[in-house]
């Protein structure tokens, strides 16, 4: 049974939630254009000091705690929902494929690393290239500026089949044109189904191709 | 059939204007959200070349080539010019950076390069052949730079290629920051790094003391009294200066010692002293950017003489006083006061108060009533303030 403070403060805290939830005085969109990030008092005086008092030396009888809240930089619906989604984490995720590179494929450590991003879009395809090239010069790989390049037959081969037997194929043929020397790999980042936000990531070396994301 | 075109043509029209509408409605918000961001982009920029001033790329001055700048997705062309010109602006004023910017035509320009592979069309940079031919020679690099908006962060992606067949990157760098912090505005001369702006904001908001001397122009009028005998005061004008302290420039607590005069000829002059206490509303320290809001409590004391000074008197005056006063001296009174109000500062720079004064030894006064009842007191004068301080 629900002690009655617990039932007071639980209806309490849904008609009153914190800034970042919707509640009965706020929509879910006013909650979704802020991110919130909760802080101690120390730590918020630090980063907003003409605006939250350090707590005092002798501490409070109560400890509290502040939730920063931030208004999104782009509000919604001024981008494609799905180039918002991938955006969003795209620090995140390029670190995370550069870890899952290092880590699937630790023999490849000495060679230099090309980078390729499948988009539907070229302006965000541009950025998801840029970030994971800047995340594998972070984890300590050697990367370069080129793109492997396939003849248009390829493209026209490659095209009709299945999106796994397609970057399998893309990487034979990379290996065997010389488009890829010895030295080299590939990270190709891609999004295979039009509905997703997650990015998945391969990588081609000596023509085998290898998921690692 | 002929009525129904009509219909179908203005419900088509009304579509598309409301496409126009929606359309125009989007380009203000982008170029609202790019002015807000341009500030913080800058400051990323500026924090990248600091980052080459205190440890440069390149040993000697190299050329490089300001390959691309790209904005994030869904902002115009416009914030990607701005920026550019930032950057390059700062990296002329700080040459210490040992990059020197050179214009490439041939590296941004659109190549078309035809080979046993088949037909590639892209800039430049891109293309084997052009770099083959860069590279080697003049051992330049390329500099790319992408800013994107990713939640509530602005992150900056720097990276720079060396321009030959093999494009190895040299050197990448990702920074990110809030875009709830303020920007740090660093002139581009003179580049700080993000501690050092923030020590010297922290001791802008808590440094030493601050004397500021203010020039206030008040008008203070008085509420006639209830006895119809009674002969209310003017309207009295008072230029006031003197000195402004604050032991802090957070300026939090304030205080004023300030002297005036009224005059007005024929009618009345007086002299006042007048000290005064300000408590920071609006915030725990001045803002540098938005209006400032005080409270203040004060007292003064005022001598005041001439035809008009008769009122400040308990009893009402009689037509015999007024005539003893014109054949005789003037009247001459001097009173305290005590005095509570707000006053509103622009920068420090001007502030604009409005404030209720009592007369405690007028409290009877037949000569003058109030404008409000509070703690006990009549208050019997509502002034307003214009003070420009230097």
Same mark, same amino acid.
């Given at each position: 049974?629900?002690?009655?403070?617990?039932?007071?403060?639980?209806?309490?805290?849904?008609?009153?939630?914190?800034?970042?939830?919707?509640?009965?005085?706020?929509?879910?969109?006013?909650?979704?254009?802020?991110?919130?990030?909760?802080?101690?008092?120390?730590?918020?005086?630090?980063?907003?000091?003409?605006?939250?008092?350090?707590?005092?030396?002798?501490?409070?009888?109560?400890?509290?705690?502040?939730?920063?809240?931030?208004?999104?930089?782009?509000?919604?619906? +001024?981008?494609? !929902?799905? *180039?918002?989604? &991938? %955006?969003?984490? /795209?620090?995140?995720? $390029?670190?995370?494929?550069?870890?899952?590179?290092?880590?699937?494929?630790?023999?490849?450590?000495?060679?230099?690393?090309?980078?390729?991003?499948?988009?539907?879009?070229?302006?965000?395809?541009?950025?998801?290239?840029?970030?994971?090239?800047?995340?594998?010069?972070?984890?300590?790989?050697?990367?370069?500026?080129?793109?492997? +390049?396939?003849? !248009?037959? *390829?493209?026209? &081969? %490659?095209?009709? /089949?299945?999106?796994? $037997?397609?970057?399998?194929?893309?990487?034979?043929?990379?290996?065997?044109?010389?488009?890829?020397?010895?030295?080299?790999?590939?990270?190709?980042?891609?999004?295979?189904?039009?509905?997703?936000?997650?990015?998945?990531?391969?990588?081609?070396?000596?023509?085998?191709?290898?998921?690692?994301? | 059939?002929?009525?129904?075109?009509?219909?179908?043509?203005?419900?088509?029209?009304?579509?598309?204007?409301?496409?126009?509408?929606?359309?125009?409605?989007?380009?203000?918000?982008?170029?609202?959200?790019?002015?807000?961001?341009?500030?913080?982009?800058?400051?990323?920029?500026?924090?990248?070349?600091?980052?080459?001033?205190?440890?440069?790329?390149?040993?000697?001055?190299?050329?490089?080539?300001?390959?691309?700048?790209?904005?994030?997705?869904?902002?115009?062309?416009?914030?990607?010019?701005?920026?550019?010109?930032?950057?390059?602006?700062?990296?002329?004023?700080?040459?210490?950076?040992?990059?020197?910017?050179?214009?490439?035509?041939?590296?941004?320009?659109?190549?078309?390069?035809?080979?046993?592979?088949?037909?590639?069309?892209?800039?430049?940079?891109?293309?084997?052949?052009?770099?083959?031919?860069?590279?080697?020679?003049?051992?330049?690099?390329?500099?790319?730079?992408?800013?994107?908006?990713?939640?509530?962060?602005?992150?900056?992606?720097?990276?720079?290629?060396?321009?030959?067949?093999?494009?190895?990157?040299?050197?990448?760098?990702?920074?990110?920051?809030?875009?709830?912090?303020?920007?740090?505005?660093?002139?581009?001369?003179?580049?700080?790094?993000?501690?050092?702006?923030?020590?010297?904001?922290?001791?802008?908001?808590?440094?030493?003391?601050?004397?500021?001397?203010?020039?206030?122009?008040?008008?203070?009028?008085?509420?006639?009294?209830?006895?119809?005998?009674?002969?209310?005061?003017?309207?009295?004008?008072?230029?006031?200066?003197?000195?402004?302290?604050?032991?802090?420039?957070?300026?939090?607590?304030?205080?004023?010692?300030?002297?005036?005069?009224?005059?007005?000829?024929?009618?009345?002059?007086?002299?006042?002293?007048?000290?005064?206490?300000?408590?920071?509303?609006?915030?725990?320290?001045?803002?540098?950017?938005?209006?400032?809001?005080?409270?203040?409590?004060?007292?003064?004391?005022?001598?005041?003489?001439?035809?008009?000074?008769?009122?400040?008197?308990?009893?009402?005056?009689?037509?015999?006083?007024?005539?003893?006063?014109?054949?005789?001296?003037?009247?001459?009174?001097?009173?305290?006061?005590?005095?509570?109000?707000?006053?509103?500062?622009?920068?420090?720079?001007?502030?604009?108060?409005?404030?209720?004064?009592?007369?405690?030894?007028?409290?009877?006064?037949?000569?003058?009533?109030?404008?409000?009842?509070?703690?006990?007191?009549?208050?019997?004068?509502?002034?307003?303030?214009?003070?420009?301080?230097?």
């Amino acid at each position: 049974m629900m002690a009655f403070p617990q039932f007071v403060s639980g209806i309490f805290s849904i008609v009153f939630p914190s800034f970042g939830a919707p509640g009965v005085f706020r929509t879910k969109a006013q909650a979704r254009s802020v991110i919130c990030t909760r802080l101690e008092q120390r730590q918020a005086a630090q980063q907003h000091p003409d605006r939250i008092e350090p707590p005092p030396p002798r501490g409070e009888y109560f400890t509290r705690n502040l939730e920063v809240c931030t208004e999104r930089l782009v509000r919604a619906g +001024l981008r494609e !929902a799905r *180039d918002e989604a &991938v %955006l969003m984490s /795209l620090e995140d995720t $390029a670190r995370d494929i550069a870890r899952a590179t290092r880590g699937v494929r630790p023999d490849l450590a000495h060679r230099t690393f090309q980078v390729e991003a499948h988009y539907p879009s070229g302006a965000v395809a541009g950025k998801i290239r840029f970030a994971t090239q800047n995340a594998l010069m972070s984890a300590g790989a050697s990367v370069s500026d080129k793109r492997p +390049l396939l003849t !248009a037959e *390829d493209v026209v &081969v %490659l095209s009709q /089949l299945s999106p796994d $037997a397609a970057y399998a194929g893309a990487c034979e043929r990379y290996a065997r044109s010389g488009g890829m020397g010895d030295q080299d790999a590939l990270v190709a980042v891609i999004v295979r189904d039009p509905r997703q936000t997650d990015l998945q990531a391969g990588v081609c070396a000596d023509g085998r191709w290898m998921w690692v994301r | 059939m002929s009525m129904l075109l009509p219909l179908l043509m203005s419900v088509a029209f009304g579509a598309e204007a409301d496409d126009r509408i929606q359309r125009a409605q989007l380009e203000r918000v982008r170029a609202q959200v790019a002015g807000e961001v341009q500030l913080t982009a800058y400051d990323l920029l500026d924090e990248l070349v600091l980052g080459w001033k205190t440890d440069p790329v390149f040993a000697e001055e190299t050329a490089v080539v300001l390959a691309d700048v790209t904005v994030p997705v869904g902002m115009g062309t416009g914030m990607q010019s701005l920026l550019e010109n930032h950057l390059s602006e700062v990296l002329l004023r700080n040459p210490d950076t040992k990059m020197r910017l050179v214009h490439c035509p041939s590296c941004m320009a659109t190549v078309v390069h035809s080979g046993p592979e088949g037909t590639v069309v892209s800039r430049g940079v891109d293309q084997p052949g052009v770099l083959e031919e860069l590279g080697e020679t003049d051992g330049k690099h390329a500099l790319f730079i992408d800013i994107e908006a990713e939640g509530a962060w602005l992150v900056a992606r720097a990276r720079l290629t060396r321009l030959t067949p093999d494009l190895p990157i040299v050197w990448s760098r990702t920074l990110s920051t809030a875009t709830s912090t303020p920007s740090l505005l660093r002139a581009a001369d003179d580049l700080k790094s993000a501690e050092d702006a923030r020590r010297e904001y922290l001791q802008t908001l808590r440094g030493g003391g601050i004397v500021t001397i203010p020039l206030r122009f008040t008008i203070r009028s008085y509420a006639s009294g209830f006895n119809s005998f009674g002969v209310g005061a003017p309207p009295f004008l008072w230029l006031q200066s003197g000195v402004e302290l604050a032991p802090t420039d957070a300026r939090a607590w304030m205080s004023s010692f300030i002297v005036g005069y009224a005059v007005v000829p024929q009618a009345y002059q007086g002299l006042m002293g007048q000290a005064r206490f300000y408590r920071l509303l609006s915030g725990r320290a001045r803002s540098l950017t938005r209006p400032d809001l005080y409270a203040f409590v004060g007292g003064s004391v005022m001598t005041v003489w001439g035809p008009s000074a008769g009122s400040f008197r308990n009893q009402a005056l009689t037509a015999d006083e007024l005539l003893a006063d014109s054949e005789r001296n003037d009247p001459r009174a001097t009173f305290p006061t005590i005095h509570f109000g707000a006053d509103v500062r622009l920068g420090n720079r001007v502030g604009l108060s409005g404030f209720y004064e009592t007369i405690p030894s007028l409290t009877n006064s037949q000569n003058l009533g109030e404008y409000i009842w509070f703690l006990g007191l009549p208050w019997q004068s509502f002034g307003v303030e214009v003070a420009f301080c230097f």
